[in-house]
T-cell receptor, first 111, second 114 residues
């Protein structure tokens, strides 16, 4: 089955420390993968996307993600967390396949 | 470019009443999606349109939910009659054909069924 798995439902980091949000996918085809962020009571905003070009993708607000086909992973990282990064993050598989959302990871940033 | 427009932003109705949501996608986007996001969960795809044709409605509760996209532009999602468990945020998204570009989401309609 085609799926997206976000390995952590909650991640807590201190302000200024690195962020790692994990996502694994399954796909029979070369997938298009996205990370979206949702702040409380706000809509979904696209952070970055992978569409079979460069495997290291840079997004907005200092986030980046690396597509690793051998590990079927697309983890989201940021070198230094900011208080404004506290939100829920969704890994999404799309492209020419059925759109599938991961279950989300809530990021807490501790001052 | 203008974003995806949705209305209303909020709606409170009693169970068994009907309700309709409206979405205007980004101009030129062929694909339109309706998602249901229940509090604490990720969005669930209800229906996907390609122009004015339905691509995927496998998770749409067709006994009470209906959606249309006349002329391949605006779309409406209707619930009739509503149940308490329909309380959620209903998100509309659009993308250019092929969806490798990502999806642009509207701000959503928060529905409360009492």
């Amino acid at each position: 089955a085609q799926s997206v798995t976000q390995l952590d439902s909650h991640v807590s980091v201190s302000e200024g420390t690195p962020v790692l949000l994990r996502c694994n996918y399954s796909s029979s085809y070369s997938p298009s993968l996205f990370w979206y962020v949702q702040h409380p009571n706000k809509g979904l905003q696209l952070l970055l996307k992978y569409t079979s070009a460069a495997t290291l993708v840079k997004g907005i607000n200092g986030f980046e993600a690396e597509f690793k086909k051998s590990e079927t992973s697309f983890h989201l990282t940021k070198p230094s967390a900011h208080m404004s990064d506290a939100a829920e993050y969704f890994c999404v598989r799309g492209g020419y396949q059925k759109v599938t959302f991961g279950t989300g990871t809530k990021l807490q940033v501790i001052p | 470019e203008a974003g995806v427009a949705q209305s209303p932003r909020y709606k409170i109705i009693e169970k068994r009443q009907s309700v309709a949501f409206w979405c205007n996608p980004i101009s030129g986007h062929a694909t339109l999606y309706w998602y249901q996001q229940i509090l604490g969960q990720g969005p669930k795809l209800l229906i996907q349109f390609q122009n004015n044709g339905v691509v995927d409605d496998s998770q749409l509760p067709k006994d009470r939910f209906s959606a249309e996209r006349l002329k391949g532009v605006d779309s409406t999602l209707k619930i009739q009659p509503a149940k308490l468990e329909d309380s959620a945020v209903y998100l509309c998204a659009s993308s250019p054909s092929g969806t490798t570009h990502g999806y642009t989401f509207g701000s959503g309609t928060r529905l409360t069924v009492v």
